[in-house]
């Protein structure tokens, strides 16, 4: 009576706990990004629905006949129930991995927006609110570029290129530091004012925010289709596993497949290939996006006479600087068929930027973000789940494996996999979204009219 008694008084208290929790999280997080939070608990119900579901029919009668299919399939009647949970369990893991990916984002970004006011604020007059952001004082946070200064129609002949340099532009990015990067937003407030006549009482943080939970709301609104990559490597490790006699990683004699991930070609092949083609794929997204905004973000320059600093027209601007951008940029072969399918002929020099996917870029890019992201995700709950505990384990307790000989390579080969895929999850895929937001922010004035209207008024 007493145990029963504290294992109810302990699942009342984690209740009251993640209440609390998600209720301070409600009134901590900004307003524009309380729609985000209210999506990741609608999606954490979802799997929580999927869980009492899988309970309903892992009772009773429905249990009776799961193990006569069982037998029928397996020879064994728990098997297809073991399965059932196991399956499930794998899902609401890589769910419950997708929305701290998501939390995650949501605390960076509000950290760097954090930044961007602070660096903000020391431009702001104290009597007017007015933000004086001029070349000078930016040339304490970024290089500048010498060149003549532009005369009336002669910014065609300015051609201040944009780095191309894919390695060390994307490590450049990643690791830059907090005052180039406010710099950087800065500079993008300076192209709204310009732009659209704005007031100098304008605060840019605001407007990126609104552009950066916009967004993160499309990345964490789930569709079926997101699922689709769990299918082939539960599969895989279902298939691996029930070959030994194995139910599953958490059986007690899961050791008996331990070293076949490894010495099986068709399980080590798909495995390296799909974390290829993750790394590819999110660096890409990582690059083009970076490219893109420094094609939009005005340049901090010097006169090469008068050694003055002074604002440039961004590079978008300049119809050599897109066809240079373009002609070195363009998507390789075997992706421009890939944003072709989606792809909308481009009408503004913005949406040029995009190459293929045209007008559709904006979309395309932040969807190739998010499968991108799941893709990761996915990667990690797989071989932290089901291959690099189950090896650990067997080497810390000398327990005989199927393939003993298979045992340090496949820990060595899955546990560098897991190392990359959370690089990418932790580096370069939150730097990709943080640049596509910023890239929104400039977009066409349609889109961006509308997100002023949300920060001013």
Known sequence: MLGSSLIMLTIVALLYTWETAVEWVRETVPPALRPVVKSILAEIGGLGFIGLVLQTVLTGTNKQVLEE?????????????????????????????????????VTVGLF????????????????????????????????????????????????????LDGPSALVDEIFMSTEERAGLTLLLRSRLVERFDLPETFRVEQYIRNAFAENLLELVELSPLTWIYLIPALALANAIDLSHEVVNAASPNAADSAGFFFSTPWAIIPSTLSVGLSLVWGTWNCWKMTLIKYMLLPQLGRDEATGAAQILAPPVDRTTAREAFASQTSSPAWVQPLEGVWSEPARTPFQELFGTAGAAGL????????????????????????????????????????????????????????????????????????????????????????LLSKSIY
């Open 112 to 163: 760097k927006l954090a930044e961007i006011d602070k660096i903000e604020e020391l431009q702001v007059d104290a009597q007017t609110g007015a933000c004086s952001v001029t070349a000078e004082k930016l040339t304490r946070y970024l290089p500048t570029v010498v060149g003549p200064t532009p005369e009336d129609g002669e910014e065609e002949e300015l051609d201040q290129p944009v780095s």
């Open 69 to 105: 299919w069982s037998v029928e399939l397996f020879g064994e009647g728990d098997i297809l129930v073991e399965d059932f949970e196991f399956l499930h369990t794998a899902f609401f893991q890589v769910g419950i991995g997708f929305f701290l990916a998501a939390g995650a984002m």
């Open 363 to 450: 979309h395309l890019y932040r969807n190739s973000i998010k499968f991108q992201a799941w893709l990761c995700i996915t990667h990690i709950v797989f071989f932290g789940t089901q291959i690099v505990p189950r090896d650990i384990d067997a080497l810390l307790t000398g327990a005989a494996v199927g393939d003993p000989n298979s045992l340090v390579p496949e820990l060595l080969a899955h546990g560098g996999f897991l190392l990359l895929s959370l690089t990418q999850l932790f580096f370069i895929t939150p730097r990709a979204f943080w640049n596509f937001c910023l890239v929104a922010c400039l977009g066409d004035d349609e889109e961006v009219e509308k």
